[in-house]
């Protein structure tokens, strides 16, 4: 089908946030005064589990969550629902950079990749879990390259790993592109990612935690022993703050040297029939991506449509945020060529939805974390598309390290560490732009990186596609 008309009814809107039933009031903004032991600044992924498992820990700490618009809004409310166990966006990312601590993050991982379905369950939060693990595909020769090395590190990891000729990839999603494939089987759940973070901001409401929505924090200052956090229309005094913002404007000045807001885009097609369903098979309904350095993500809902998205992220010279940066049609455009490419026997499906998102990215690929005002303000950060899981041990962290607690989690090198900074504009929006057009020479040269993507490598920094 031609790729205009695919995507000509497509509403211009994230599926997950598209008038759903389930889809909570909002809750009222803050006026006047208040005071907390614990003011939590973002309503996404990583303040709603920091004000969950605040709770959990100690049921008498007064908690309070400020949400600039509504819960789930943002990036937690955009992303393709997959809530994989890797603390470090990936094996090979934590091969590289922690390989002494691997055996530890992996195990980590999936001790809250657990922890996180146990929840879901005792707050019977209603958000599709299907713990269906995650295949990575190979769709060019060069892509093999490595996986062999991956799945043998895997299995020594404890991971429940196979691999895949292209004979048995295709026996389980029907596609003529794909070389071979890895399909690690426990280590991510698929789910609706809006009504998990609604779900989670019930089960903190019925914990007595106070949330007040359109509340944005305008400004963060010391008063005294305690934090003053100021709205438009009130203040917060807290003993202790925790930042969930991402990519947000930080409140904490540090912060805007080792983010750059990075934006990725997604497809959503209509329901599948039968006949299509069975054309392409995926009955195990497992997470999908490729092994490009431009790749690809895509899933199945329980409607038996497909999500598919990744390939670009934009940076916009800058680092500019905007809302009309939700929207880019040109990507949305290469994006279903790229679908009908890999679904040919799906050439009369259309497209939706059609949607955008901000994605807060650092150079080393995964969360960082620290503390200011002498441990009074905690922050977890830098996730770069792989925080549905991930977030909520950034959660623990934080608690960590207000609490003062020596955790297995806070002596990991990982934690303690920060990834390079990215360098001040206009040479950031140089260098990305750089990096970007380097990247798709390497998919299109065999995966050979060329001098510019090795001096990053050799220093650590890097720009996710």
């Keep these: ?233 009130g203040t917060l005094h807290a003993a202790r703050v925790v930042l969930g913002t991402g990519v947000f404007s930080p409140l904490l000045k540090r912060l805007k040297y080792y983010l750059v807001p990075v934006y990725d885009y997604a497809l959503m097609t209509e329901p599948l029939s039968a006949a299509q369903r069975e054309s392409i098979g995926w009955h195990n309904r497992q997470g999908m991506g490729d092994n490009a350095y431009q790749f690809h993500y895509y899933r199945i809902t329980d409607d038996n449509s497909i999500l598919w998205g990744g390939y670009d992220a934009i940076y916009y010279s800058g680092g500019k945020i905007k809302s009309s940066y939700d929207q880019r049609d040109t990507t949305f455009l290469k994006l279903a060529e790229q679908f009908y490419d890999t679904f040919p026997q799906l050439e009369d499906v259309k497209f939706s939805h059609r949607w955008g998102g901000v994605i807060d990215t650092c150079s080393r690929y995964s969360a960082f974390y620290g503390t200011a005002y002498g441990s009074r303000v905690a922050y977890a950060v830098g996730y770069t598309g792989l925080g549905v899981a991930a977030t909520r041990f950034g959660a623990n962290v934080m608690l960590d390290l207000l609490d003062g607690r020596e955790t297995e989690r806070t002596r990991l090198q990982m934690v303690k560490e920060k990834p390079i900074p990215f360098p001040p504009e206009p040479f950031r929006s140089a260098a990305i732009q750089l990096t970007r057009w380097s990247i798709a020479q390497a998919d299109r040269k065999e995966g050979k990186r060329n001098l510019w993507l090795r001096t990053l490598d050799r220093v650590g920094l890097g720009f996710d596609s």
């Design 1 to 233: 089908m031609d790729p205009l008309k695919a995507l000509a009814d497509a509403e211009r809107k994230p599926y997950w946030l598209d008038e759903d039933p389930a889809e909570p009031e909002p809750l009222p903004r803050l006026f006047g005064r208040t005071t907390a032991d614990l003011a939590i600044v973002g309503g996404g992924f990583s303040g709603l589990w920091t004000a969950l498992l605040a709770k959990e820990r100690d049921p008498k700490r007064d908690v309070v969550l400020l949400e600039a618009q509504t819960v789930g809004w943002a990036a937690s409310g955009r992303n393709g629902g997959f809530c994989h166990a890797s603390l470090t966006h990936g094996l090979e990312n934590g091969l590289e950079r922690w390989p002494q601590e691997i055996s530890t993050l992996y195990r980590l991982g999936i001790e809250n990749l657990d922890e996180i379905e146990e929840t879901i369950r005792r707050y019977d939060i209603d958000c599709s879990w299907e713990r269906t693990g995650e295949m990575n595909v190979a769709t060019e020769p060069w892509q093999l390259d490595g996986m062999e090395e991956a799945y043998t590190i895997g299995r020594e990891l404890g991971m429940d790993i196979q691999f895949l000729d292209a004979t048995q990839a295709r026996a389980e999603v029907n596609s003529p592109t794909y070389l071979g494939g890895l399909w690690e089987r426990g280590d991510c759940a698929m789910l609706d990612p809006a009504r998990l973070a609604w779900g989670l901001r019930q089960a903190c409401l019925s914990l007595g935690v106070r949330i007040y929505e359109h509340s944005r924090v305008l400004g963060m200052d010391r008063d005294g022993t305690s934090m003053e956090l100021t709205t438009q229309y």
